[in-house]
């Protein structure tokens, strides 16, 4: 991808602050929901039912969500979705103030949650490109800020405030979240209203969600695209299940050190999503995405073997590099080369593989820790990372990227993919 002189448009910016701010609620959560759940229980599988109930939503309604989406106004759509989310965290705020929470309670709101994050990530998935008029150097501009900063704010300065908050009661950081979502869904009211893609009004819902899933596997490189975090994912929710675990049984690490260790992975996330276009400059995306699969692995590793906390704190900021520049790369490359009508079903679709993932992993690190050691699933992970980049290196190659690229006319060209029907090959497909 080229480089660009053009400013990003002020309705991204107003985009960018929603994010931000909805970011940094999700981390305080997100280091307060496991350590909730260790107040309740010390059981992994226990551990791994609440982790694996967010990533749910994707398996049950992936493909249909974004058939949704590519038929609903985006701008509304992710209104609608903070909103809830705002809503619905008042429930186990509630009962953690009537002293009625539980590991079910917990397992139902992370999954609602996630059913909310299933259509607000979808709808702003698709709505960026149109804002930016399916740039390719502009999306990689504004993904590697969006990353950057939702890195920064839900593992960096979020997860410490959650450890904090949970001190001043267990109902505070869930209601910071509720906060967030709010203030989140006021700013989306602001943002400019875009064309909604022309409807498929002959197609039931269900024909839409096979069309756009079916697009996503006969293309090669958009398959690639999306089996990378997905096979990732197996690897980091077998991790995340039992990392509270291991890092206060194995490192001792309390829980105000629980979250500086979360601050240690999103750090390095942050300078990955800075150095992602650099990266895919030097390399070409493709070795970038293969190269940051090896890091990841070899990361995960590290973390397995560490002795003390300062040797896993660094090895969850190698990771987290690798992580960030990943998802600036690949979702900026798939923006670029989707079609407007398309655009919703295949992030679904690929989000959908990605966190269909998540459970497998997250039970597969229960077991593992139950069955034989709390760094077995570390181990393990490791293994599920450094495997996976043989698997996609031919699939996402720099060969395969330029092709695609270079398939893609200025917009309402003939060449460009909103001219293609789903149905019809790729161009990768004749590679």
Known sequence: MTSDIRKLPTGFGRLWTAQTISSLGDGVTHAALPLLALTLTRDPMALAVVTAAGTLPWLLFGVLGGALVDRWDRRRTMCIADTARAVLLGIPAAAAVLDVLSIPLLAAVAFLLGLGGLFFDTAATAYLPDLLRRDPALLERANSRLRGAQTAMSGFAGPPAGSALLALGRAVPLLADAVSFMVSALLVRTLPAMPQPEPEVRESLLRQARAGASYVFRDRLLLGLALRPAVGNIAFLAVETVLALFAHDRLGIDTYGFGLLLTAEATGGVLGAGIASYLGRRLGTGTALTCTAAVEGLAILGL???????????????????????????????????????????????????????????????????????????????????????????????????AALRAVAPAGGPDHPASKDPAQESASDLL
């Open 304 to 402: 397995a073997a560490a002795p003390n906390p300062y040797v896993a704190g660094l090895a969850l900021a190698v990771c987290g590099a690798g992580m960030g520049a990943t998802m600036v790369l690949g979702p900026s490359l798939r923006q670029a080369i989707v079609a407007p009508h398309l655009m919703g079903r295949v992030a679904s679709t690929s989000r959908m593989l990605a966190m269909c993932a998540a459970p497998a992993g997250a039970f597969l690190g229960g077991w593992l820790a139950t069955t034989y050691d709390i760094r077995t699933p570390l181990y393990a992970a490791a293994a599920i990372l450094l495997a996976m980049t043989g698997v996609t290196a031919s699939m996402t190659s720099n060969r395969r990227v330029e």
